[in-house]
């Protein structure tokens, strides 16, 4: 199979937040889409179909574990891979991150080799170019 550039869809209502994500992603070779809030990330993943999402929690609209949920409970996005990128630091916050479906939880701020790493185990099941 011919290797492909992994898509990520990066969910955050900060601006800031989402360009530094897309920096920290985009040095290692993935493309990515954003959104601002719930509804509009649930669209890009219906139309998008990224290969991972990278999410936070407090999201305008719908919140971040609805979303996740949602694309699990998806039978055409279920195996989308799922990072909650959040401030939430809580036990409850990643236990119900988890419930809902999430591959990976990390808390704000965020080592940029944290993100690139999760980025390359949870889209690692996959044949994806990726440096």
Do not use: Q, W
């Not at 959104?35 to 999410?55: C, F, H, M, Q, T």
């Not at 699990?72 to 236990?95: F, H, M, Q, V």
């Amino acid at each position: 199979m011919e290797a492909k550039r992994a898509k990520i869809l990066i969910v955050d209502d900060s601006k800031s937040i989402r360009k530094l994500i897309s920096v920290v992603l985009g040095k290692i070779g993935y493309t990515y889409i954003e959104a601002g809030n719930g509804l509009d990330a649930l669209e890009k993943v219906s139309i998008e179909r990224p290969d991972l999402v990278v999410l936070d929690i407090i999201i305008p609209g719908v919140n971040g574990l609805k979303v996740c949920e949602d694309i699990r409970n998806n039978p055409a996005t279920k195996d989308t891979g799922i990072i909650i990128l959040t401030s939430e630091a809580t036990y409850e916050a990643r236990e119900l991150a988890h419930k809902a479906g999430a591959d990976v939880y990390m808390t704000k701020p965020f080592e940029p080799n944290d993100l690139r790493v999760a980025a390359k185990e949870v889209l690692g099941r996959r044949n994806y170019i990726n440096n």
